[in-house]
């Protein structure tokens, strides 16, 4: 590939003409040291020359090896041709002064000119300049090397590439192309222009892939959004969806699915209401936990709960269900004094003035003729109606007194209330099969078995942040109200854990909304 | 495939990866073969809410062998690695994890053609990236619940009509898949009453989508002849196709609305101006750039939400305005080939969805529609220290603000930094 390289001096940088040379002007060796011959153009004999030899177009000199020459173009321009290099005057055109130089070094200083341009051509170079000094160098290979000491020079190749060279820089260019640019403030060379291309091509390839990303970055957020990953309480991930199916048109059924790396647990409630469910089925869900001071619209006949991690079962079920003012019906023991009320998402703090009497704030729920606790099938709780009076008379809910069998009285359930030990069926009981609640971190555990200790059952229950770390009692602090400590609850999320004498072991540990629990009634 | 294999795989990757790196950068003088070599060892911490998490570091490795065939042709194979060990503090807050780890391999080939005689270049792309993440304690390389893979490909046009100026128009066309997320609902059975615990058309890969974007891009310098700033455009619009995620209907349960179930249109636009100038200050030539940027963009998407613990149907959910301002202030001073800078920017971003609704600190549903604001200022600092290689600092703020005061599993309203420190090496 022939190379051709192109000087150019910016125009804009080209100061105004000084002196006039062009046609007429006389080139001659102004100066020589050591052997320096020359050959005059159509001759083929070389002859050593000396300081003042006019050269004419066609002339070529030579400096022999620790040799020098310098040409003076007569107006203001000098070349000066080092040791073993081979000059030659050009035939040019009018407004142009043309030199050869095939091998070797020369050092040009080109006097600023607008109507006069200085060319050096090199066996694979053609190098246009005004005003300038620079020097060029040609190897035996053809290689050229171009320092520039003063000026400014454009350089170009034959493949569109062009530098700008500067005061004290210094330029390779090979066959190959421009190298790249050396000395104070070298700008790009053309390999470099060509790198410096395909960086900005990987950048932009690396820009669209983070506008792609975040596409999925999106997705991942809009999960965590909606709450549907967060972390337990033992620094593993759960996953939550819940959703809600009408399985029937009085029917409906609400699911909350837990998912871990190595296990899936479940929470269900299936309730059967007075009458069909209207299309906003909001409407008769939120009137679940209970009226105040008017009787529901929708309430619950019967209801069908459970949790299972897929292998174990802890299920309720309750049946006979009808709507009772349980402020007013006479039974103390039935009062709620403090309700959630869905309408406002508040637990509010009901007015009885007049516990087990009339007169009270009317409080309307749903209270139940059957109920049946079993953990895989086994019973462990809840009451049946009962033909006649038992020798313990005992009464669920709303219901007379010794009409029912409580099926539950195998189990005796003992609460620890503030402190950390408790009495486990009359005597003092610690952790771990104890009722009570952890020092200082709001995790509280029920225990209860059976008088012959033989089943029995355990929740440990835990208030997490959304990180896993379970909420301390100082995060309740000034919280002195049941009402008002639920109600901080719903920020947090529920994490419970079920065992039984039947699990063999397993646990069910589903992690939700509190609000689920509330609005089911397991939390009361 | 195990988690140890798959580290073992990786880290042999990045071995490579790094040889590659090596060798390319001997071999630089070939003109047809240009090796592009970008790598980076931070080390640093992510804070959040007053809380930080333990020292950790970021590494990244951009290896691109170029080959130029001819003035015509050339390709760019591309070998990006990424190991994310320091959050940054624009990723996501849910769950409020301050330890996350992310690792990311991607390989791609760009084909260039450039036209003889003329401005342009047409580019034609492939590539495949694996993302994954951990996040909790029992996650592992391999099993993140978000990992995810996507496989692109695409085409574009430049016109590099006053280098560096120019515009460009592509279509790209990209398939996210989260490989270890399926909706639960779909893996469930029954119940112990023997009834099914799923709604009727439950989907499966829910997060899973096809994405098919076109954008364009341009820059020029203004006033042309005699440039004082640089002008720059970019608009962008993405359909998103959830290929199995069926839409939420009032009353909480599913449309039959396959084949296409959700669908996202997303646009976006950006106008930037640049004045880059020079001045003197405590005897040294510095080069300052300043930027100004403005985005806006909106996202229209047909899906709905239905909130089952509070029963509340959310319509247009997924729908939001946003728009963003922010300066960036650079200076750079010594070699041009081995500045050293500082970097300064501030970036004021707001997002307004128009139909997510916001709930006050209790959960309870307010009525407005849901914002939030962002502010996020960075300070960055690059000294050279050898040919190539950079000492770097960067600071990041993140200052978030949001009427959604419900913050139980995701945080709207909170402030994080992190920092990182190292070396970042460029060939």
Known sequence: MRLILVFSLAISLVAAPCGAAGPGAMVSLSQTS??????????????????GHVLSPGDRVRADAGARATVDFGDGSRVEVGSNASFTLQESPAKETIVQLSIGRLRAWIAKRVDQKFSVRTPTAVCSVRGTEFAVEVNPQGNTRVEMFQGLLAVGDNAGNELLLKDGQQLDVTTKGL????????GPSGAELRREAAKREVGLEMTKEEVQAAAALEQKNAIYQQGKAIIDVNGHRVRIEEYIVRSKPDEFKLVVLNSRADRFDYFYYRGTFNKALPDDISTALRQMPGCIDSPCDYFLTSFDTGRSNTMDTMRETAGGGHLVDVNNNGVAQDRVTEAFDSATDRFVILNIPNPGGAGNQPFYQTLYNTNLLTFNGVQHGGWTPSAAAVAAPWAPPGLPLGTYTKNSTTHITEFAGATATTLRQGAVCGPPNCTYKEAGVVHEVFYSESVDGKTWDKYDNYIISDDGKIAQWSDFAGITGGAEYKQTMLKWNFQTIVTASEFGGRKIDLAVEPRIFIQSGLIQ | MN????KRRFSLNAVLAGAICAVSAASASAVEYIPVCKASLLGGQYFLKGTNANVNANGSLNVAPVVRFSDQWSLIPHYWFNYQGTKGVGDGVGAGTLWQQQMDHKVGFTGIFSPAATDWKHKHSVSYRRNFMKETLDESWGYGLFDYDKLAVGIEAENVYNDPFSYRLGFDAYKIGFPNYKSLESQTGVDPAGNPLNRELTSVDVLD???????????RPYPYEDPVVSLHATYSVLWQVYNDQRLVNRLGQFNTNKPFGRQDFQQNIGLAVGYPTTMKMWGRDLRVSYTMGVTAGHNGSNQNSFDAARTQFIHDAY?????GVGPNWSVAWGDKKRPSSVNLSFQFNHQQYTGRLAQNSEGVYTGSNQWQDRYIASLGQSY??????????RANFLWAASNQAMEKTYLYTYRTANYMMGFTYEY
């Open chain 2, 319 to 323: 729908s939001y305005y946003s728009f």
């Open chain 2, 209 to 219: 989508t096809w994405n098919f974007q076109l954008s364009a891009a341009g820059s």
């Open chain 1, 34 to 51: 050591g052997k320096v011959f020359y050959l005059r153009a159509g001759s083929t004999v070389w002859a050593e020359v000396g300081a």
């Open chain 2, 3 to 6: 988690a140890n294999a798959m």
């Open chain 2, 384 to 393: 050279p220290i050898a040919t190539g290689f950079n000492l770097v600092a």
């Open chain 1, 179 to 186: 190298g790249s640019l050396e000395g104070q403030g070298a």
